[in-house]
């Protein structure tokens, strides 16, 4: 069975001090794994798709990457901007279109 | 291009009565998605369309439960005979399908909440 598990479920951390968001998967032929960032009331907001083991990507302060069974959301020196739910998500097996999400990191950042 | 939009963003609604929402993808997106989120969840796959054509629709999907979209373009949930379980956030999502998958965008979705 599809399954994506996120870790830790919550996170606190002081402006400044790096950390690393972890989601752990099951899926048969990974296909595509994504990074969205959720803030309160609204939709996940698209942040990176990786397809591959051994992918990096970058987008101001967040690097994901991307092993067989896992992937990381490195922060470095966040902000208390950064203060969202981030969201993992998986393409199902076989020919699906549909996502499978982990149930999310929200991460608090203080000033 | 606006993004994907969702209306209405909230919506209260009393035990048994029927509610349907709409979503407008980005323009040129041929995929066009409908997932449920519940507080301190992630969201939870409901159905998917590519162009006019329902392609998978989730098992967890009760009968009251459709979704429509004519012309390829935008989309409509319904939902039949509201139950107090269905108080969630309902999120639609686009995405461009040429062969590989591409990102899907999500909208800012529609709050139900029935009472």
């Known amino acids: 069975e599809d399954q994506v598990t996120q870790s830790p479920e919550a996170l606190r951390l002081q402006e400044g001090e790096s950390s690393s968001l972890n989601c752990s998967y099951t899926v048969s032929g990974l296909r595509g794994l994504f990074w969205y960032r959720q803030d309160p009331g609204k939709g996940p907001e698209f942040l990176f798709t990786?397809?591959?083991a051994g992918e990096e990507k970058e987008k101001e302060r967040l690097k994901a990457t991307l092993t067989k069974k896992e992937s990381f959301l490195h922060i470095t020196a966040p902000k208390p901007e950064d203060s969202a739910t981030y969201l993992c998500?998986?393409?199902?097996?076989?020919?699906?279109?549909?996502?499978?999400f982990g149930q999310g990191t929200t991460l608090q950042v203080k000033p | 291009d606006t993004g994907v939009s969702q209306d209405p963003r909230h919506k209260i609604t009393k035990r048994g009565q029927n509610v349907t929402f709409r979503c407008d993808p980005i323009s040129e997106h041929n995929r066009l998605y409908w997932y449920r989120q519940t507080l301190g969840q992630g969201p939870e796959f409901l159905t998917y369309f590519q162009n006019e054509a329902q392609l998978e629709k989730s098992r967890l999907l009760s009968d009251r439960f459709s979704a429509e979209r004519p012309k390829g373009s935008f989309s409509t949930l319904e939902i039949q005979r509201t139950e107090q379980g269905d108080s969630a956030m309902y999120l639609c999502?686009?995405?461009?399908?040429?062969?590989?998958?591409?990102?899907?965008?999500f909208g800012q979705g529609t709050r139900l909440t029935v009472v």
């Open positions: 999502a686009s995405s461009l399908a040429q062969g590989v998958y591409t990102e899907a965008f």
């Open positions: 990786l397809y591959s």
């Open positions: 998500a998986v393409l199902g097996s076989g020919n699906t279109g549909k996502l499978i």
